[in-house]
């Protein structure tokens, strides 16, 4: 059984909105694709730079708490 799928809102302003609608239709994409499309690899990419530096600061032996 997997997960259901959650959903994300966003504002635009008005002459933003009618530029994503421009661009939607020369793609032919839904807004909820256009926005997946822009989202997940930047999420990926987050996460592995985070794991990157978690990674990094374990070998040199760095656990994040600073005691004066």
């Given at each position: 059984m997997s997960?259901?799928?959650?959903?994300v809102r966003a504002k635009l302003d008005p002459d933003m909105y009618e530029?994503?609608?421009?661009?939607l239709e020369a793609k032919?994409?839904?807004?909820g694709e256009?926005?997946?499309n822009l989202l997940v690899p930047e999420?990926?990419?987050?996460v592995h730079e985070a794991t990157l530096i978690v990674?990094?600061?374990?070998?040199?032996?760095?656990?994040?708490?600073?005691?004066?």
């Open positions: 997960l259901e799928r959650q959903d530029a994503l609608k421009a661009i032919g994409l839904t807004q256009f926005i997946e999420i990926k990419r987050l990674d990094r600061l374990r070998v040199s032996g760095q656990n994040g708490r600073n005691r004066a």
